[in-house]
């Protein structure tokens, strides 16, 4: 039984998880491999009951993620995170400037309006990711997780952390958080439209309330599309995120940068077969892999 791996890129490395551990491995500065897995802190994927909780599954989740990239981060101190970065720093400081100036004026307005506000709302969200991506690695190491995973997916009687399995799988997957982008800015457009143009002026806690509901809605809908694979709907829902995917959020990785992603996911199934359960939490520097 193949386990139901997901993943996170770092700037200089990847995070893996399933539902009861995580792993991460990272590049060093000094062409080392770092590698380090666990118990996950919180872990509510593996509980029937949270899974059966429409809406609430997909924050929970999230959530569950958060605590085990601050798991990655204190047992990898040199991981880089993205929001580690001062260009995405500004860039989120200037977006939540101008969101908050966009979405706080009074008045009521007309619905094509607002519609053309959240239209510009989206865009705005969106910069801060887009700075993220361009001009690093983390686009790479997003290819490289994806590879890693779909090699582990597609292995039959065959080594899952083979190099060259991984090197030829497709860097684009459809469990990626990258298809929730097209529903939840959708959801969130309409819904802040909606709350504009009924009301006289902004809400007390409205938009957070529709940026909350549009995070349930969207993962509810992906996690429909996944069941229901060959869907027409399932294609208009997911084609956003494959957009994404191809054009923004992957790229080809470096056979060094694939190796640290291999490096991360063998920690992974050493610790989810009972293998070096006493060493949970250690980190390892292996040598570095020739290009």
């Not at 059966?52 to 991981?79: C, D, F, N, T, W």
């Not at 260009?87 to 009074?106: F, K």
């Not at 989206?122 to 690093?136: I, M, N």
């Not at 090699?151 to 080594?159: K, N």
Request: charged share 15%; aromatic share 2%; proline share 5%.
């Amino acid at each position: 039984m193949r386990l139901k791996i997901g993943g996170m890129a770092l700037e200089n490395g990847v995070l893996f998880q399933t539902a009861e551990h995580w792993s991460a491995a990272v590049r060093q500065t000094d062409g080392t491999i770092a590698v380090a897995g666990g118990a996950k802190g919180l872990s509510l994927a593996a509980r029937s009951e949270v899974e059966s909780i429409p809406l609430l599954r997909g924050p929970l989740r999230l959530v569950e993620g958060m605590v085990a990239l601050a798991q990655a981060k204190r047992a990898l101190p040199q991981a880089k995170l993205p929001l580690q970065s001062p260009a995405v720093l500004g860039t989120m400081a200037l977006s939540t400037v101008a969101l908050t100036s966009l979405r706080g004026r009074r008045g009521k307005v007309t619905p094509a309006l607002a519609l053309g506000q959240e239209l510009a709302a989206v865009a705005l969200s969106l910069a801060p990711a887009v700075v993220a991506l361009r001009g690093s690695n983390l686009a790479a190491y997003h290819g490289a997780e994806h590879k890693s995973i779909a090699a582990y997916e597609q292995s039959v009687g065959s080594d899952p952390t083979a190099a060259a399995d991984a090197a030829a799988a497709a860097r684009e997957h459809e469990r990626c958080g990258s298809n929730l982008v097209g529903p939840l800015l959708a959801l969130n457009a309409v819904g802040s439209a909606a709350v504009r143009a009924s009301a006289r002026g902004p809400l007390p806690g409205a938009n957070a309330a529709v940026g909350l509901l549009s995070l349930m809605g969207a993962f509810e809908l992906v996690r429909w599309a996944a069941k229901h694979p060959g869907a027409r709907v399932t294609r208009w829902l997911l084609a956003p995120g494959e957009l994404l995917q191809r054009r923004l959020t992957t790229r080809e990785p470096s056979v060094e940068q694939l190796a640290v992603a291999q490096t991360a996911l063998a920690r992974l199934l050493d610790l989810e077969q009972g293998g070096g359960e006493s060493a949970a939490g250690r980190v390892d520097a292996l040598s570095p892999v020739a290009p």
